[in-house]
């Protein structure tokens, strides 16, 4: 059992690097400017309850994120690709704080309870509530 699934994650892998080397130079180059141009970056999909839940921890914080809606651009699978490339993930959320990948909707949950991403962003919390 144990080996059908390490053969399993193993050709996910090889396939998920077949659409990583596709991935176009020019949405790298977006990705990378969009982290670095906001405090706060999540790529995300609309209809994702991961990403609304990492979406709903900054509202809790009283932040507002820059969120790029991957299943709303016509170039958002490139772009994924190109964050895949980037974070070796190609699950959505990937959250960035100040530059800094952060992770996916359990990492950011995990932060916030941990009082790590208030810190990272600079800001006070006095009581977290369970999301």
């Given at each position: 059992m144990a080996v059908k699934?390490?053969?399993a994650s193993i050709l996910?892998?090889?396939a998920s690097l077949c659409w990583v080397s596709s991935a176009d130079?020019?949405?790298a180059a977006f990705v990378k400017k969009t982290i670095s141009a906001h405090k706060i970056?999540?790529?995300?999909?609309s209809y994702c309850p991961y990403c609304r839940k990492a979406k709903s921890v900054f509202k809790e914080?009283?932040?507002v994120p820059f969120v790029v809606e991957l299943d709303?651009?016509?170039?958002g699978w490139n772009i994924q690709d190109a964050l895949s490339e980037i974070v070796s993930r190609r699950t959505v959320p990937q959250v960035f704080i100040n530059g800094k990948h952060i992770g996916g909707s359990d990492d950011t949950v995990e932060a916030y309870q941990s009082g790590k991403l208030a810190k990272l962003l600079g800001i006070e919390v006095e009581n977290k509530d369970d999301l």
């Open positions: 699934i390490l053969i996910v892998i090889a130079s020019s949405e970056v999540i790529f995300s999909k914080l009283k932040q709303e651009r016509d170039d």
